[in-house]
């Protein structure tokens, strides 16, 4: 099946300090890619549409200069997380989907734990 | 988008057949029902998909009645690796950007 990775797997940082995280379709190419973000013992929360070629599209409430999204070409988005601080801390998910199938492939996760 | 409404939890013993069901009653005559399943610390990975009757694969089998305002989610004989959270999602990948909004899920036990 398709594959997609995700770059940490795990990563510490200190407050106010960027942290870049990636995301890789491996065999597929994906003009379009998720971004979510889950906390404990909670559900996954979309937060953004990483789109090929343009600008992302964030959901209601996640602040578009915290959260940059770059999709810089079809088989890589990456988030960096800005400034980032205690509550930032969370783990964080992409997925995208598969042309000609009616669903989408995950990645592994990334634990950011912010100091 | 769909809403939907699955049992937070659920217990089960190895070797029996667990059956979640999910509530769905506003999918849109275009929406599939796609279920996934995650472990801790990992990505949810897609268990099965169906758009109406009955699906099945080598994992589990997807029951869909008629006015699809619902689905079932039946895991046969399951282990203690098959404890996880189950997601059910309603939607349309492509036509609506792809987005998948995932509600709460069924963490599922199974106990030895």
């Known amino acids: 099946g398709a594959v997609v990775s995700q770059h940490p797997s795990r990563v510490i940082c200190k407050s106010g300090t960027s942290v870049k995280i990636e995301c890789r379709s491996l065999d597929f190419q994906a003009t379009t890619m998720f971004w979510y973000r889950q906390f404990p013992k909670q559900s996954l929360m979309l937060m953004a549409t990483?789109?090929?070629?343009?600008?992302?599209?964030?959901e209601q409430g996640v602040e578009k200069d915290k959260f940059l999204i770059n999709h810089a070409s079809l088989t890589l988005s990456t988030l960096t997380v800005t400034s980032a601080h205690p509550e930032d801390s969370s783990f964080y998910i992409c997925?995208?989907?598969?042309?000609?199938?009616?669903?989408?492939?995950f990645g592994p996760g990334t634990r950011l734990t912010v100091l | 988008l769909a809403k939907t409404t699955q049992p937070i939890s659920m217990d089960s013993y190895e070797g029996q057949e667990v059956n979640i069901t999910c509530s769905h009653n506003n999918i849109a005559t275009n929406d599939y029902i796609t279920w996934y399943q995650q472990f801790p610390s990992q990505g949810p990975r897609f268990i099965i998909q169906g758009y109406k009757t009955k699906v099945t694969n080598e994992v589990a089998s997807l029951f869909i009645p008629a006015d699809r305002k619902s689905s079932t989610l039946s895991l046969p004989r399951v282990s203690l690796s098959d404890t996880a959270v189950y997601y059910c999602?309603?939607?349309?990948?492509?036509?609506?950007?792809?987005?998948?909004?995932f509600g709460q899920g069924t963490e599922l036990s199974v106990k030895p």
């Open positions: 999602l309603v939607g349309e990948v492509y036509n609506q950007g792809g987005k998948l909004i």
């Open positions: 997925s995208a989907p598969l042309a000609g199938a009616d669903t989408q492939y």
């Open positions: 990483s789109n090929e070629g343009s600008k992302a599209t964030y």
